[in-house]
C-alpha cells in the first residue's frame, strides 16, 4: 500500500465505523452451568472462592481475603460460534497493582483448543469495574471448538455469564478422563500469579494445559507460609499431588517450625500422594531438615546404583545450625553451605576456602577442615 491509498483508506475509516453492521443478538449462559474447574471446595460464600466459608476466622485473615481472587479458576465451554462476549462482576475497586496489569489482576483470558489437541490463546476481556461487558473474540470460523477462559488473578468474581449470537448452542466442556485428578499449588505470590501478563500465563496455568490436567491454586501474595490452619484445608483436596511453593516468604524459624508438620500433616491425609517441594526449597533448608523434609517427600526405596563404586558421591556433611540472627532474603541464603564431600579416587580438591558461612570456631570438628562446596548456579524460568 502506497501513501495515497493509506491515507484514502485512513480517511474512510469513520465512514466505514458509520455504516458497520449491528451487533448481533446474544445469548447469555451463567458461567455456573457450564464447566467450572480450579475451585477445590464447594462450601464457599461466593462462587468463586478458593477456600470454604467454614475457613474464615480459621485461617490468618490475609490469607481469608486473598481466598475470594479466582485465581487458577477457568470456566470450560464448547460451541460453533463465530464471537464470544462476556460480562462479569468484580468486587475490588482497585482493577490492577503496582506488579499486575488489569488484564491480568480483573480481566478474562480466552484460549481456544485446536485441531491437534494445543491449546490457543485467542482474545482478552478489559476490565471495568464494578461490571465489565465485552467481546472476548470475534470474525472466528463458525467451527464446534472448545473454549477455556481464565478468570481474574487478583479480584474476586460475585457473576460471570458468556454472551454467544442467537442460534449457537453453548454447552458445558467434555469432562476429564475418569480418574484424572487435580494438580494442587499452594504457594506465595509466585504460585498466585502476581506480575503475570494475563491469568493464563501463570506457570500454574500453562502446566494445566501442558499436562492437560484440572489445576487448584493455592497461592496466597505476601503469604503462602505453611501456617497449620491453612494446610488443613489443603490436606481436605485429593490431587494427583500436592506442590508446595511456600519458601520465599517464610524466615528461618518458620521454616524449622511448619515444614515438617506441614508435610507430615498431607502426609498422613494422602499416603500414597506425591508431594513436591520447589526446587529452591530443599536448597536452602538446614542439613538436619534435608534429610528428614526429602524422605518425607519423596518416600524413596533404597535402590541398588549403577553408578560404580569409584565414582559414588560419599554423603554431605552436616554444619552447624542456623543462627538467630541470619535472616531470610532473596538475596542471601539463611543457612550455611553444606560442607564438600570427600575427596572421591583420583581425584583433588584444592579449594581451601572456608566450609561454611558461619566462623569456623562453631563447626563440628569433622567439618572444619573441609573445603567450602562450590555453589551451584541455578537459573528459574521466572
Known sequence: MNRRQFLIASGSAPLLAQTAAPAPELEWVDAKKLTVEGLGFRD????YDRLPGRAERVVPAPVWNLSHDSAGALVHFTDATTEIHARW????????GANITAIASSGLDLYARTDAGKWRW???GQPTF???TATLVAGIPA??????VYLPLRNGVTSLDFGVPKGSIIKPGPARAPGSKPIVFYGTSITHG????????????????TFNREVINLGFSGNGRMEPEVVRFVAELDPAVFVLDCLPNMNPQQITERIVPGVKMLREAHPGTPILHSPYLLQQLPE?????????LLRRHAQPSRRPASSQRPPLTRCDSPSAHYRSNSASLPYPRPCAPAALPGRSLTDGSRCCAFPRESLPSDCRDRPAARPRRRSYPY
Open 130 to 132: 464494578p461490571e465489565t
Open 194 to 209: 502476581i506480575g503475570a501478563s494475563r491469568a493464563g500465563m501463570t506457570h500454574v496455568a500453562m502446566l494445566g494445559r
Open 122 to 124: 485467542l482474545g482478552i
Open 288 to 296: 538436619c531438615l534435608q534429610e528428614s523434609t526429602q524422605s518425607l
Open 44 to 47: 464457599v460464600k461466593s462462587p
Open 143 to 148: 467451527t464446534e471448538r472448545e473454549f477455556m
Open 89 to 96: 462482576t468484580v468486587t475490588g475497586k482497585s482493577l490492577a
